[in-house]
């Protein structure tokens, strides 16, 4: 016990370094949390924020209403301007926008009593329309965005890519909008900042500061924060540019709030700046990084901040649970460790679920349910192999592993063959029970199923039973092969010599085992002999009922030595046994007159 022990406290450690790789984290990130939001589903969304979306159906409509012949629609004329008429009819796709189409879109924000704009676009060429759009940023509170990336050919270099200074003078300031998410995967979450620029902040935190007065707090090293998700792709109330700009005006439900600007199309797949989320109901959908800023600033607002704990506890609590689960497998016989298993497993999800939803805590749960299956398969193969070991006393070896790895099911299997049948009983056994007593007759009696089954089976034997003091073996044609009768020969030839050594280590004292060995060869039914309810490893068919008869014509028998071994004429024929071999002995008469041709097996 305190080796599996040992070994429980093991795995567990493993399995804790484990959750401190990168495979460790991407698995609970891409697994783990979808799970945990899948149990906490959809919540309620702060409406202190809105999504103005550039799709690719707004910048259509856009660049329609560019195109259509005659003057512009007047609700649009200040923002189809010649220059941005011409410059819509040079684009494709989601942009980019003229610079009047933004101060347009600002204007009917300002209009509509937005609190606050953050544009998670760059603004950084010239443009007619600038003085325009700069106006339009002094206007209201608005955020700009900068972009970050790696330098070409400088590795560890960030090269900063900022707004025109017109434009960053106008707004209340300027941060970075940087998604943490490994390609191919879900997304990681935020950076906080960006090594090489500390004055450089994310845009939700400085969007939180404006919002809510409090100042920001010390910058610190960059580090990428969790979002917490409301729901699938556009939870966050969208609204396009036909409804921002339509003939009747802003829609009144963006008054007092935050609104983001940017691109957001989750309905077109392949867009950049476009993430997977690990929620259950996006349905492929990737979530825009404007809508993910937005988020982040939500949470920051409301203080719904999602916390992961550091990683060194991470792996504490994996390596913890992977040692319980190790325990139960190992420790706990059967079912009972299974149980334990399933109990712990679901214990763990309540507890990590209820976590995430109360306290939006991001514990593990990809990992230790991976390793409670893990655990779950090492307690059925050692269940297995005890089984295999248990089977293997009650029915031969071969035909244990038939039985646990046979496809049929619980169907019961047997075989019409050829084989040889081996008899071996104790002579007198009964008068021997009566010296010895219960006990010590007991381990002479297993002392000899000893000595006779192991060369039975080293010569490719099956043990059927142990019918009283006897030993029944088979020699099936399909397990011992075509010279079936010669295997069978050499173990008989093998339990003598073995009876034979008993007897000389016996050094002259009184060995009351000796033994009586018949065999015969021909066809049997071989296999779970019995009913659907109960069956057991048998060979049966007039060669055993044979066999039967040729051991008790050997009680008749005066024989020198420890043992006397008697073969039926097909036994010698098959095993091709020389007449130097063999002392004829006449013919049985069985019971219905059948003859059995009797040989004795010569040393």
């Given at each position: 016990?305190?080796?599996?022990?040992?070994?429980?406290?093991?795995?567990?450690?493993?399995?804790?370094?484990?959750?401190l790789t990168g495979p460790g984290a991407r698995l609970e990130r891409d697994l783990g949390l979808r799970l945990l939001y899948g149990l906490r589903g959809e919540v309620a969304v702060p409406q202190e924020a809105a999504i103005l979306a550039i799709d690719r159906a707004g910048v259509d409509w856009l660049r329609f209403e560019a195109r259509a012949p005659g003057p512009v629609k007047p609700h649009l004329a200040d923002c189809l301007t010649p220059p941005a008429r011409a410059a819509l009819g040079e684009t494709f796709g989601t942009g980019p926008l003229p610079r009047a189409v933004y101060a347009c879109a600002l204007e009917r924000l300002a209009a509509a009593g937005a609190r606050l704009v953050v544009l998670d676009v760059l603004f950084a060429k010239t443009d007619a329309a600038d003085a325009r759009l700069a106006a339009a940023l002094a206007a209201l509170p608005t955020l700009l965005f900068e972009r970050v990336e790696p330098a070409p050919e400088l590795p560890g270099v960030m090269l900063r890519h900022s707004p025109r200074e017109v434009f960053a003078a106008a707004a209340r300031g300027t941060?970075?909008?940087?998604?943490?998410?490994?390609?191919?995967?879900?997304?990681?979450?935020?950076?906080?900042?960006?090594?090489?620029?500390?004055?450089?902040?994310?845009?939700?935190?400085?969007?939180?500061?404006?919002?809510?007065?409090?100042?920001?707090?010390?910058?610190?090293p960059p580090q990428t924060r969790p979002v917490w998700f409301y729901g699938p792709p556009a939870s966050i109330a969208h609204l396009g540019l036909p409804e921002l700009l339509a003939a009747a005006g802003p829609p009144a439900w963006l008054a007092g709030r935050t609104v983001f600007v940017g691109l957001s199309d989750p309905e077109t797949p392949g867009l950049p700046d476009h993430f997977r989320?690990?929620?259950?109901?996006?349905?492929?959908?990737?979530?825009?990084?404007?809508?993910?800023?937005?988020?982040?600033?939500?949470?920051g607002l409301s203080g719904e901040r999602m916390v992961r704990p550091p990683p060194l506890a991470l792996a504490g609590i994996v390596a913890g649970f992977a040692a319980l689960a190790f325990a139960a497998a190992l420790l706990l016989p059967g079912k009972r460790g299974l149980q334990a298993g399933a109990a712990l497993g679901a214990g763990w999800v309540l507890i990590a679920g209820g976590a995430f939803l109360g306290a939006r805590l991001w514990l593990p749960v990809a990992l230790p349910l991976g390793l409670l299956g893990l655990a779950g398969f090492v307690a059925l193969a050692l269940r297995y192999l005890m089984a295999r070991r248990v089977i293997g006393r009650l029915a031969p070896p071969a035909w244990a592993s038939d039985i646990l790895d046979r496809r049929r099911g619980t169907e019961r299997v047997v075989r019409a063959e050829t084989a040889t049948v081996l008899v071996c009983d104790v002579v007198?056994?009964?008068?021997?029970?009566?010296?010895?007593?219960?006990?010590?007759?007991k381990g002479a009696m297993e002392g000899f199923y000893d000595?006779?089954?192991?060369?039975?089976?080293?010569?490719?034997?099956?043990?059927?039973?142990?019918?009283?003091?006897?030993?029944?073996?088979?020699?099936?044609?399909?397990?011992?092969?075509?010279?079936?009768?010669?295997?069978?020969?050499?173990?008989?030839?093998?339990?003598?010599?073995?009876?034979?050594?008993?007897?000389?280590?016996?050094?002259?004292?009184?060995?009351?085992?000796?033994?009586?060995?018949?065999?015969?060869?021909?066809?049997?039914?071989?296999?779970d002999i019995g009913t659907d309810r109960r069956s057991y490893y048998r060979a049966v068919g007039e060669t055993v009922t044979q066999t039967f008869a040729i051991e008790r014509r050997g009680k008749a028998l005066v024989f020198e030595g420890p043992a006397i071994c008697l073969l039926s004429a097909a036994t010698v024929a098959a095993a091709g046994l020389a007449p130097t071999e063999v002392e004829d002995l006449g013919t049985l008469v069985l019971a219905g007159q059948e003859q059995v041709r009797l040989y004795r097996l010569l040393p």
């Open positions: 016990m305190a080796l599996r022990l040992a070994l429980a406290l093991l795995l567990g450690l493993v399995a804790g370094l484990a959750a941060g970075l909008s940087l998604i943490e998410a490994p390609a191919g995967g879900f997304l990681e979450g935020y950076l906080s900042g960006i090594a090489g620029h500390p004055g450089l902040r994310d845009l939700a935190s400085l969007a939180v500061a404006e919002i809510s007065g409090r100042p920001l707090p010390p910058a610190g989320v690990p929620l259950p109901g996006s349905d492929g959908r990737a979530m825009a990084g404007v809508e993910i800023m937005a988020t982040a600033f939500l949470n007198g056994s009964t008068a021997i029970g009566r010296g010895l007593g219960n006990a010590a007759f000595m006779v089954s192991a060369p039975i089976e080293a010569a490719g034997g099956l043990i059927a039973e142990y019918p009283g003091d006897a030993t029944f073996a088979v020699f099936p044609e399909s397990v011992a092969g075509p010279d079936h009768a010669v295997h069978a020969v050499r173990a008989a030839r093998a339990a003598i010599a073995a009876a034979e050594r008993r007897v000389a280590a016996a050094a002259g004292a009184d060995d009351p085992l000796r033994l009586r060995i018949a065999l015969n060869t021909g066809p049997a039914e071989i296999g």
